[in-house]
């Protein structure tokens, strides 16, 4: 399906996140020229009967790690460099037949795979990446080695890398050098670590990392760069004190407070709340034989509690919300389009769940003026559907996409346009 082409009769995802009665879409060398009820297109381009299909604009993620491949800490700090950027290739394809045509990385992608990507020589969504992600001594991402005296990223989920600086930062000096060493590897993205994890226990996981200080210097070296700032954390002062300092995303989220909130809406900052890893988190926790240790099966249940309440308030308060899962396992990679169901069963509309998962995606990503949409002018990355996207149920489906574009060429070819 290469240079034009007519979908004759499809579904078509409209400005509001919404469709339109069916549409005839003219793709030409890969970019939409037009969307037509019926109206006059090329006569020499190549017609395919999609009535009774849904189109929509493929789907941004925006907080993957699709460097890692395992949280096996023991396989992947046994795993050689050239295996684990191999598999990340393999993660990446998974990515985009399932309907992820854009990926932001938050860690552990490099520039080297951006470019590939970029070059064809391998096949996945378009790529931005973080290349790392940068937390104090003893923070988030410290897996310190006791018996070693070694620092080693959480569940080795970074092994040294060629290229790759170095992960831990003390004081506003140290900070400065850090981000500057990020941005010349490569990043498009600066990534932070202001608070704990989850499973960091109820103290940790709200103690804030990372003084005002040193998220300033941050903020201020990588807006110098022309590079946005996301921050992973999860509540407490360590989402106030990210937000002051200004960056661009604040990931996860899950204890905000409708003052935090509210500082997000004046602020204009995205939230990525990645609710799908979290529902499978809080499942592990509740499971009778659960596998996790007493203080984390509390966390687990705590967190299941609170879950999707954020977002609730984010959306009140007029917070754009866009679209992540934090994959970081072959098992996660792929399973993207989830996040418009549990985004739907906190509170978003099914249109509003659609537009976070595209058009809200390419906004944070700042390819808003070619990517998120179906409109003429715009480069055709697109999803087509037996269902209607708007039951957000469909995507909880493994077979819900049916077909799959990139810039016009077909990645995964829908059965009904076989010749």
Same mark, same amino acid.
């Given at each position: 399906?290469?240079?034009?082409?007519?979908?004759?009769?499809?579904?078509? *995802?409209e400005?509001?996140?919404?469709?339109?009665?069916p %549409?005839?879409?003219?793709?030409?060398?890969?970019?939409?020229?037009?969307?037509?009820?019926?109206?006059?297109l090329?006569?020499d381009?190549?017609?395919?009967?999609?009535?009774?299909?849904?189109? *929509?604009?493929?789907?941004?993620? +925006?907080?993957?790690?699709?460097?890692?491949?395992?949280?096996?800490?023991?396989?992947?700090?046994?795993?050689?460099?050239?295996?684990?950027?191999?598999?990340?290739?393999?993660?990446l394809?998974?990515?985009?037949?399932?309907?992820?045509? @854009?990926?932001?990385?938050?860690g552990?992608?490099?520039?080297?795979?951006?470019?590939a990507?970029?070059?064809?020589?391998?096949?996945?969504?378009?790529?931005?990446?973080s290349?790392?992600?940068? +937390?104090?001594?003893?923070?988030?991402?410290?897996?310190?080695?006791?018996?070693?005296?070694?620092?080693?990223?959480?569940?080795?989920?970074?092994?040294?890398?060629?290229?790759?600086?170095?992960?831990?930062?003390d004081?506003?000096?140290?900070?400065?050098?850090?981000?500057?060493?990020?941005?010349?590897?490569?990043?498009?993205w600066?990534? &932070?670590?202001?608070t704990g994890?989850?499973?960091?226990? !109820?103290?940790g996981?709200?103690?804030?990392q990372?003084?005002?200080?040193?998220?300033?210097?941050? #903020?201020?070296?990588?807006?110098?760069?022309?590079?946005?700032?996301?921050?992973?954390?999860?509540?407490? /002062?360590?989402v106030?004190?990210?937000?002051?300092?200004?960056?661009?995303?604040?990931?996860?989220?899950?204890?905000? !407070?409708?003052?935090?909130?509210?500082?997000?809406?004046r602020?204009g !900052?995205?939230?990525v709340?990645?609710? !799908?890893?979290?529902?499978?988190?809080?499942?592990?926790?509740?499971?009778?034989?659960?596998?996790?240790?007493?203080?984390?099966?509390?966390?687990?249940?705590? &967190?299941a509690?609170?879950?999707?309440?954020?977002v609730?308030?984010?959306?009140?308060?007029?917070?754009?919300?866009?679209?992540?899962?934090?994959?970081?396992?072959?098992?996660?990679?792929?399973?993207?389009?989830?996040?418009?169901?549990?985004?739907?069963?906190a509170?978003?509309?099914?249109?509003?769940?659609?537009?976070?998962?595209?058009?809200?995606?390419?906004?944070?990503c700042g390819?808003?003026?070619t990517?998120?949409?179906?409109?003429?002018?715009?480069? @055709?990355?697109?999803?087509l559907?037996? %269902?209607?996207? &708007?039951?957000? /149920?469909?995507? &909880?489906?493994?077979?819900?996409?049916?077909?799959? @574009?990139?810039?016009?060429?077909? #990645?995964r070819?829908?059965?009904?346009?076989?010749?």
């Amino acid at each position: 399906m290469e240079g034009s082409f007519v979908l004759c009769g499809a579904y078509v *995802m409209e400005e509001d996140g919404g469709f339109s009665d069916p %549409r005839d879409v003219l793709v030409e060398d890969g970019i939409i020229r037009a969307i037509t009820a019926g109206g006059s297109l090329p006569r020499d381009a190549v017609r395919y009967d999609c009535r009774g299909l849904w189109l *929509m604009p493929g789907v941004f993620d +925006c907080h993957a790690h699709v460097g890692m491949s395992t949280d096996d800490a023991w396989e992947n700090h046994n795993t050689s460099y050239s295996l684990r950027v191999l598999q990340t290739a393999g993660n990446l394809r998974t990515m985009l037949h399932s309907g992820v045509t @854009f990926v932001r990385d938050a860690g552990g992608a490099d520039a080297g795979v951006r470019a590939a990507l970029a070059q064809g020589e391998i096949e996945g969504p378009e790529l931005q990446v973080s290349v790392n992600l940068l +937390c104090q001594t003893g923070g988030h991402m410290d897996g310190y080695l006791q018996g070693a005296d070694v620092s080693a990223s959480t569940e080795g989920f970074m092994p040294p890398a060629p290229g790759r600086p170095p992960f831990l930062v003390d004081g506003p000096e140290e900070m400065r050098r850090a981000v500057r060493q990020v941005i010349r590897a490569g990043a498009d993205w600066v990534k &932070l670590c202001t608070t704990g994890g989850i499973f960091s226990g !109820t103290d940790g996981a709200l103690a804030p990392q990372l003084s005002p200080e040193e998220l300033s210097v941050a #903020v201020w070296e990588a807006r110098k760069a022309g590079k946005p700032v996301m921050v992973h954390a999860v509540g407490g /002062e360590g989402v106030t004190w990210a937000l002051e300092a200004g960056v661009r995303s604040l990931e996860h989220g899950v204890f905000m !407070t409708e003052e935090q909130v509210a500082l997000m809406a004046r602020k204009g !900052t995205y939230l990525v709340p990645t609710l !799908t890893v979290y529902q499978h988190l809080a499942a592990l926790a509740a499971a009778p034989d659960s596998p996790l240790p007493p203080p984390l099966v509390r966390s687990g249940k705590k &967190l299941a509690a609170q879950l999707g309440q954020s977002v609730r308030m984010a959306h009140e308060a007029g917070v754009p919300i866009a679209l992540g899962i934090d994959s970081a396992s072959r098992g996660t990679h792929g399973h993207s389009l989830e996040e418009i169901y549990w985004l739907r069963q906190a509170g978003l509309t099914p249109e509003q769940a659609l537009l976070s998962a595209t058009k809200r995606g390419a906004e944070l990503c700042g390819c808003a003026d070619t990517l998120g949409a179906l409109a003429p002018g715009f480069q @055709f990355d697109a999803l087509l559907l037996d %269902r209607d996207p &708007l039951h957000s /149920e469909v995507f &909880l489906e493994a077979d819900a996409v049916g077909g799959v @574009f990139q810039r016009g060429r077909v #990645v995964r070819r829908h059965p009904q346009l076989s010749l």
